[in-house]
């Protein structure tokens, strides 16, 4: 039971940074804007983190460093939001192009700010203040449950919560109502008044912002620091996620959920003695060859916005 309770545990621990993705895509293709770029938001999560935390730190803010390292993220992934925002939907670019262009371009910069920064190191410097695993009172002592559920990182219990809220404002506000709307059919929404392009750009913006939190939730939980491959690759599977689950924030986290579960199988099988057998390279595959296998199960069966990908034009029918 321990080993399950440690498996199921993980699953938590791994899938909450591709949770926090996979909101922030989810809410920029509910408007109808295309996200590729989780990856590259991810990335910008983890470098501003990452040197915000830093910088916390160093000026004396001890314990709440992790706390102002996600809020850094948070805002500061904007400037890479804005850009996807702008050439989609102010210039109409393609969709998937920009997103490209994002993850590159969050790649590339980012590597050259922290050899800037840091004297040419190809990393950050380790954090001493991340986040560790809170145990609540009480609900830990439960049985198998409480090891499960209870005991995990201040940012795993608010990716949950964010999948509540997310749930609850997409599918019963009249906000959750005009984001769906101009998804689906923006022409329509803009004949009853809603603001397509303004309705397009504060999706764009704030899913850059909380993917972010993803790549950050991975700086200050299990990395301590970043470095050009702190992602590998993860936005990409939060994507896989928002496909998956079917543009809903539940059916996104328990995608998320099933592509944790697979890096914590990772974790767990490499420690009995058959794994010893088994090639490195198979375990660390695994997350991505499940991408793979579920993504090819859901071709045809997962319907996208009607608008997805379609840039706004006034008048058309």
């Known amino acids: 039971m321990d080993i399950i309770a440690n498996l199921l545990n993980g699953t938590l621990v791994f899938s909450t940074a591709l949770i926090f993705a996979a909101l922030g895509g989810l809410i920029s293709e509910r408007s109808g804007v295309i996200?590729?770029?989780?990856?590259?938001?991810?990335?910008?999560g983890a470098f501003f983190s990452a040197?915000?935390?830093y910088y916390a730190e160093a000026a004396g803010f001890g314990a709440f460093s992790p706390w102002l390292g996600l809020i850094g993220a948070f805002i500061f992934t904007v400037i890479f939001s804005s850009i996807h925002a702008v050439a989609s939907i102010k210039y109409g670019a393609n969709q998937v192009v920009s997103g490209t262009v994002i993850n590159i371009l969050a790649s590339g910069s980012t590597f050259f700010?922290?050899?800037?920064?840091?004297?040419?190191?190809a990393e950050t410097p380790?954090?001493?203040?991340?986040?560790h695993k809170v145990r609540i009172p009480?609900?830990?002592?439960?049985?198998?449950?409480?090891?499960?559920?209870?005991?995990?990182?201040?940012?795993?219990?608010?990716?949950?919560a964010l999948v509540?809220?997310?749930?609850?404002?997409?599918?019963k506000t009249p906000s959750g109502l005009r984001l769906r709307s101009v998804g689906e059919h923006p022409n329509a929404a803009a004949t009853v008044g809603v603001k397509v392009n303004r309705m397009r750009y504060m999706a764009v913006i704030l899913s850059g912002s909380l993917a972010s939190l993803g790549g950050a939730t991975i700086v200050l939980t299990s990395n301590s620091n970043f470095a050009y491959n702190?992602?590998?690759g993860q936005g990409f599977i939060a994507l896989a996620a928002v496909i998956i689950g079917r543009w809903n924030p539940i059916g996104a986290m328990l995608a998320a959920l099933l592509f944790g579960l697979a890096q914590a199988v990772k974790d767990q099988f490499q420690i009995f003695d058959f794994a010893a057998n088994i090639p490195t390279e198979f375990f660390y595959m695994?997350?991505?060859l499940l991408t793979l296998l579920v993504l090819i199960g859901a071709v045809g069966k997962s319907r996208a916005p009607k608008a997805l990908g379609e840039p706004y034009e006034v008048g058309k029918r």
């Open 164 to 171: 509540i809220v997310l749930h609850f404002i997409l599918f």
């Open 113 to 121: 700010l922290v050899k800037m920064i840091f004297a040419g190191s």
């Open 230 to 232: 702190t992602i590998s």
């Open 51 to 53: 040197v915000t935390a």
């Open 35 to 44: 996200n590729i770029g989780i990856e590259g938001f991810m990335v910008s």
């Open 138 to 160: 009480y609900l830990t002592d439960i049985p198998f449950i409480g090891k499960v559920f209870f005991n995990a990182y201040p940012t795993t219990y608010v990716a949950l």
């Open 286 to 288: 695994l997350p991505y």
């Open 126 to 131: 380790i954090l001493t203040n991340v986040f």
